[in-house]
């Protein structure tokens, strides 16, 4: 009787809910995570290139997408240049770099054509990069999100089933306001965050002291405030912007780095969630 009432009950919530969103999976992965942050700038892909590689280092397979339409990442992070193999036509292979899979908008669309890509084009480029990629065998795929809370993140967290989402943020308190924007944003799409993560925390002095350039303690407390997870704090570090540049990721060149430990603490947190 009471199983009845509840399932009852269910009925109800559902058919209250104000739209239901059809979200289709990726193929060829266990769990599809998205790094997203409100401004450009605040080291997102950075984030998103280490993680995938932290997550690698513990022992899992993955997959990296990048969708940011605005300036995709992926020939800079991971020096990839060369476009990827089609099957029939119609479904793209990965490239396969390091032991991980990858994928970008960037492979889509010429280099120089400048990205003013209006929202229908955004949303038939989404649904090519989620719904047309042969992954294999993927456990994790890390998607690297634009910014903001536009129309490639809301067609992302309605339409394609994501496991999770990680918010990156700088301390200051303009960055702050827009994240809290983007926790609404998921929270009534129904995308799970994993957590909230302060980039560019503090610089290590050569002196040993912590300098808190961009302020303190503040993505900490948005995450308390919109009770979320704090998943860590990531400090200016420059061999980690020379890893980048470099198309090397710091996580996979050098694992034992004082950044990666920071990054497979991080990656050990979402591996909790999703075991
Ligand atoms: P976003 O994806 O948010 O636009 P990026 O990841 O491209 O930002 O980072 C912007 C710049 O800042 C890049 O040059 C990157 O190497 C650098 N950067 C990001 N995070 C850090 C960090 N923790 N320490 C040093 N440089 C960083």
Redesign the pocket.
């Known amino acids: 009787m009471r199983e009845k009432e509840a399932e009852t009950n269910k009925d109800i919530k559902a058919k209250l809910s104000p739209k239901k969103f059809v979200k289709n999976p990726i193929k060829g992965t266990k769990y599809t995570i998205m790094v997203s ?1 409100a ?9 998103a290139i280490n993680i995938a590689f932290a997550l690698q280092n513990l022992g899992c397979k993955v997959g990296f997408l990048d969708a ?1 339409i605005h ?1 995709p ?1 992926l020939p800079k992070l991971i020096a990839i240049n060369e476009k990827p193999k089609t099957e029939d036509g119609k479904f793209l292979i990965p490239i396969e770099k390091y032991g991980a899979q990858f994928i970008s908008m960037g492979f889509l669309i010429d280099e120089v054509t400048p990205m003013i890509w209006r929202g229908p084009m955004v949303i038939s480029a989404i649904k090519t990069l989620t719904q047309r990629v042969m992954w294999k065998d993927l456990d994790f795929i890390v998607v ?1 999100m634009p ?1 903001g809370t536009g129309d490639a993140q809301l067609t992302f967290a309605q339409e394609v089933k994501v496991d999770g989402s990680i918010i ?1 943020s700088t301390p200051q308190d303009l960055a702050l306001m827009d994240v809290k924007r983007g926790v609404q944003m998921f929270d009534k799409t129904k995308v799970k965050i994993i957590g909230l993560v302060d ?2 925390s503090f610089f290590k002095g050569d002196d040993g002291k912590n300098y808190n350039i961009f302020g303190e303690g503040g993505v900490e407390k948005t995450a308390k405030e919109f009770n979320k997870r704090f998943l860590g704090k ?5 061999e ?2 020379e890893a ?2 470099l198309g090397l990721p710091l996580v996979y060149k050098k694992p034992d780095h004082e ?1 990666s430990k920071v990054f497979l603490n991080i990656a050990s947190k979402i591996r909790e969630d999703f075991p």
């Open positions: 942050s401004k450009g700038g605040v080291g997102k892909s950075t984030f940011d300036g990442s690297d910014p990156i980039n560019m990531i400090p200016i570090n420059i980690l912007r980048s540049d950044v």
